[in-house]
């Protein structure tokens, strides 16, 4: 009873540490709801920090508002320009996944009336192989949008460090004025 404890919390820290960093790359490794920093914020709300002349605020919301059309305008050129590669590794990947998909139902059919059954057996490992044929054609397909996109992220990255430079400069001169 004491031992079962233990390993499980050894088991669930373990599944964490294993997901989260999945989870971060599934998300492109950013967190896409901080385009917007807590002064601006607070300064698009009309919370105004103390010491700042109404001047100086305006320059900050300036700066603010400047920042987040350069990051919508970064987004929106990648988005154009990758459609056509999306587009591209969506009609690649649609089938493969109506083989998995068709290959899951057989299973799911095939094991509904008893998971014992010869039967259940055979559509495991049917399923087991198509997912090990199509495997590769997954990574190549991913590897191949992958190439297509990097020039328009990295373009993009660059949009957005010099409209964060851009920022930080402007809210340094607001501040030091």
Do not use: W
């Not at 002349?53 to 350069?70: H, L, M, P």
């Not at 190439?147 to 409209?163: D, I, L, S």
Request: hydrophobic share 45%; glycine share 4%.
């Amino acid at each position: 009873m004491t031992t079962r404890l233990p390993r499980r919390l050894l088991a669930i820290g373990l599944l964490l540490a294993l997901a989260l960093p999945s989870a971060a790359l599934a998300h492109g490794g950013r967190h896409h709801e901080r385009d917007r920093s807590h002064g601006c914020r607070a300064v698009d709300n009309g919370r105004v920090p103390r010491g700042l002349t109404a001047a100086q605020a305006q320059s900050i919301a300036t700066a603010c508002a400047t920042r987040a059309a350069a990051i919508t305008a970064a987004n929106d050129a990648f988005a154009a320009a990758t459609q056509s590669a999306r587009d591209t590794y969506r009609a690649t990947v649609a089938p493969l996944n109506a083989q998995v998909r068709a290959a899951a139902d057989a299973k799911r059919a095939a094991c509904r009336p008893d998971r014992r059954s010869q039967a259940c057996a055979n559509a495991r490992t049917a399923f087991r192989s198509t997912i090990a044929a199509l495997a590769p054609q997954y990574r190549a397909a991913r590897a191949t949008f992958r190439a297509a996109v990097r020039p328009a992220a990295q373009t993009r990255g660059a949009a957005m460090r010099a409209a964060q430079q851009a920022f930080r400069t402007a809210v340094r001169q607001a501040l030091g004025a």
